[in-house]
């Protein structure tokens, strides 16, 4: 599967291993080791989702995570986390993430995470283009 | 007990708490880099099935990524057991140095989450107090948490200590103002400490008595 991917997490350890294993699986994976990294990259490139750690540096997953929705509204993020609870869950949910998983994760259910992710994205873009369309023609007055 | 005693036991708790969840964060990052080399050597293994070959040299260094993540997680390990077992440890003569050395590594994630480095100068020789041995590490930690926030652009604090002829002084540099918080302010009165600042060195002093087996 071809996915354009955004890797963030400060272990640079943990961010070299997973994107090598991402990319044997057919995934384009850039990575970034800071949240303000990662928003430079995301505002340059689209991406179809960005795997973001929870607690980083200087700006954490969620702080990150208003910044990147702010931005790119159609954005698919998936953030990880060392302890995953209900009270975070909601506050990602509420924050706009796709989904939310507990670190060591399965690379197997965050490849079908991913998936979904992609899939989520295009049906957003094609909605924005539906949406940009209409507004041409309704100002044209066709 | 009384609502003060309640207030520093509060305070110890909250100390061992949030000591306990930083563990348990850096714990799961070193478990989550040996899961994906794991993983790794799955695919690698999956891929020889199917006549890839494979490279004795990757091999190699995931093996070494392995042992790395293991021996940082052994380390983690060691130092929480000390902190846990600090916290059932009797009034003794504690070694100022070595519980400074731990305190210091144990707030080495906090330290890491504010993008503040964290240094310890560890005495030439021993300095030792009388004290319950948590009650150090809870004020050490206490100060370090509310210095990390207050860290200015050096972004750096660090860590010494001093003997006094009537006790010891734990030095914190480079700072220009005394800890405000309420329950650091509470367990230094409670361990019959004091705090001073040195505006020409730019240090926080705690200034601990040598005998603390009363409180």
Known sequence: MTGKILLVDDETDFLSIMSERMQTR???????ASAKEAIQMAGAESFDAIILDLQMPEMDGLEALRVLKAQKPELQVILLTGHATIEKGVEAMKLGAMDLMEKPADLRILAEKIKKAQAKKMILVEKQAEEKIKHIIGGKGW | MSAYQESIGDCGLHCFGSISASISHELKNALAIINENAGLLEDLSLMAEKGRPLDPVRLKSLAANIAKQIQRADGIIRNMNRFAHSADEPVNCIDLGETLALTVALSSRLAAMKSVTLNFIPPSQPVCVTTRLFYIENIVWLCLKELFERAGAEKEITLALRPQPEGAAVIFSPVDAP????????????????????SKHRELIITLPADMAAC
């Open chain 1, 26 to 32: 057919g995934m384009d994976v850039s990575t970034a």
């Open chain 2, 179 to 198: 800890v405000t918080d309420a329950s650091t302010i509470k367990l230094l009165d409670y361990l019959k400490a004091a705090q001073s600042t040195d």
